[in-house]
């Protein structure tokens, strides 16, 4: 099963994906002030890898990366709210884009997946 | 931490001390202007050692390939040998031609390089003195069939070493050296019915400038919109030049934008993102070029991507100050 990020047309639609992504993030009140004021070609260079990384394209983020790369962001007030609210941008990007419910969902656990790191949790211990 | 070695002189670098900062406090003249990362001033090899990719953002693919980074930018993690301003690869020796006002504060100066300067109307060149003070200008006019020099748009700054250089009487016939081009904002054919948005402040003009020229001169057909910014009316000039083209053109529209002045034909008041947006709300498809004032490219930028245009259709050239 090819995954998401084959489906939309792998790289080459990464960046209208961007384009729809970022446009509503800076868009909306409960997230724009962690993106704005960042220059934009660096903010769109993440949001590339980001969106890679959960569609299941080719990616290199460890959970490490995460953490270090939210941290100042944490500091300023990152929440669970926040996480939520890129999640649910990132759902209608993808139906905008196309992809099927199933598909999104799919997304939306991987995305989940790095809440932990995102907002500077304690990792899970390992049983 | 990494030492840099450079014309025989070895500097330990400081924690987090970049190698231009290093260089010029070991006594290194290195050239340099915008310390930002914008104007290419500062543009060095490294001929040992890897530079930072952080320092070569913007560097030309080619050159980047060949170890040049920008020493404003650059941390390294590792010992760097490096080659800074007198590598010939790297500039155009050149003369100047003529300096004449273009408006209250704007000088036309006129170069002719030595030798062919492969260039795109709208890119940036530094331009260089023989005692070594650099300073970032945008090319207004390319060397073409008919004539070779290249145009630049020079505020005059009060105090401004170069501009006050270039303004003084007797300019015509001194040597001085072009190193670049470097940018992205030129006119690309292929897709003559998109529409244009071209939006610049001051001497922003320049590059907007050449780029209309290059695109009226392709054939383009799509819808070319102008707009030049300016606290007041004295700050525009080519005015009678961009009514000019206007005229006849069924598809080139000049509009001019101050914050101050009497409400006048084609001269709308407000500030230069307010005015473009409320002009033309929508401009998903439009390509767009954005120059001047850094803070207002930054704002336009964000308006203008909100407004619809995507990403990789929007370039961007703010104009950053020398830095002291």
């Excluded at chain 2, 990719?53 to 060949?66: D, F, I, N």
């Excluded at chain 2, 940018?183 to 529409?195: I, N």
């Excluded at chain 2, 407000?270 to 929508?282: C, F, H, K, N, T």
């Amino acid at each position: 099963m090819p995954s998401l990020y084959d489906q939309l047309g792998g790289a080459a639609a990464l960046d209208q994906a961007v384009d729809i992504f970022y446009r509503k993030v800076l868009s909306d009140d409960r997230v724009a002030r962690f993106f704005d004021g960042v220059d934009m070609e660096r903010q769109a260079a993440k949001q590339k890898a980001f969106l890679t990384m959960v569609l299941g394209g080719p990616n290199h983020y460890t959970g490490k990366d995460m953490r270090e790369g939210h941290k100042h962001l944490v500091a300023h007030g990152l929440d669970d709210s926040h996480v939520d609210a890129v999640i649910q941008l990132l759902g209608e990007t993808l139906r905008e884009l196309g992809a099927d419910e199933a598909a999104i969902a799919q997304v939306a656990g991987i995305a989940n997946s790095v809440r932990g790191d995102v907002l500077g949790r304690p990792p899970a211990r390992a049983s | 931490m990494p030492t840099v070695r450079c014309r025989g002189a070895a500097i330990d670098l400081a924690e987090g001390e970049t190698v231009l900062a290093g260089l010029l406090r070991a006594g290194v003249p290195v050239s340099h202007s915008c310390r930002a990362g914008a104007c290419q001033a500062c543009l060095a090899r490294a001929t040992a050692g890897t530079p930072p990719a952080a320092s070569q953002v913007g560097v030309k693919e080619t050159l980047r390939a060949r170890g040049y980074f920008l020493a404003c930018q650059a941390r390294p993690m590792e010992d760097l040998t490096v080659a800074v301003d007198d590598d010939p690869a790297l500039a155009v020796g050149a003369r100047i031609v003529s300096v004449e006002p273009l408006g209250a504060d704007v000088l036309l100066v006129r170069v002719r390089p030595d030798r062919p300067f492969e260039a795109r109307a709208g890119q940036f060149v530094v331009l260089r003195r023989p005692d070594g003070l650099a300073r970032s200008y945008s090319l207004a006019r390319v060397p073409d069939e008919r004539d070779d020099t290249i145009e630049l748009h020079v505020r005059v700054i009060p105090g401004g070493r170069m501009s006050g250089w270039l303004a003084a009487p007797g300019r015509a016939g001194d040597p001085v050296e072009l190193r670049g081009p470097a940018g992205d904002c030129f006119y690309v054919p292929g897709r003559e019915s998109q529409p244009l948005l071209l939006a610049g402040t001051g001497t922003g003009l320049a590059p907007l400038v050449g780029i209309v020229a290059d695109a009226l001169r392709a054939g383009h057909s799509g819808p070319i919109r102008l707009v030049h910014g300016a606290r007041t009316p004295t700050g525009h000039y080519l005015v009678h030049q961009l009514e000019g083209w206007a005229r006849p053109s069924p598809n080139f529209e000049y509009l001019r934008c101050a914050l101050h002045g009497d409400p006048a034909q084609n001269l709308a008041l407000g500030s230069l993102d307010e005015v473009v947006i409320a002009r033309w709300p929508r401009l998903a498809g439009h390509r767009v070029f954005l120059c001047g004032d850094p803070e207002l490219v930054a704002r336009l930028r964000k308006r203008v991507f909100l407004a619809g245009a995507s990403l990789a259709e929007i370039h961007a050239d703010p104009f950053v100050p020398s830095a002291p």
